[in-house]
């Protein structure tokens, strides 16, 4: 079973910059489409962004512009780049598969607060 680690959350203020990581022990990592969620309180699990194993990457609107997801086949990561964070960005993020297919991880807690 694949185990998804998700690291880099914490608490920023309004405008600041994190990097987020995740770790994907999957033998074929470098053909799956990889995908990093967020879910904030009360509210259902949403798709930010998607990278190909050709390096195609997609975003949400809320997200597009401010983050950036990146792929490393070698050490099987990948990593999503925020900058210019919002209060609403405020969420425990998780990594998987684009249509996710892999038990979740625990996922990493950012907060976007002053």
């Known amino acids: 079973q694949v185990q998804l680690v998700e690291s880099g959350g914490g608490l920023v203020q309004p405008g600041g910059s994190l990097r987020l990581s995740c770790a994907a022990d999957a033998t074929a990592f470098r053909f799956y489409v990889w995908g990093w969620f967020r879910q904030a309180p009360g509210k259902q699990r949403e798709l930010v962004a998607s990278?190909?194993?050709?390096?195609?990457?997609n975003y949400s609107d809320s997200v597009k512009g401010r983050f950036t997801i990146s792929r490393d086949n070698t050490k099987k990561t990948v990593d999503l780049q925020m900058i210019n964070l919002k209060p609403e960005d405020t969420a425990v993020y998780y990594c998987?598969?684009?249509?996710?297919?892999?038990?979740w991880g625990q996922g990493t807690q950012v907060t976007v607060s002053s």
């Open positions: 998987n598969t684009r249509t996710p297919t892999m038990s």
């Open positions: 990278i190909t194993g050709g390096d195609s990457t």
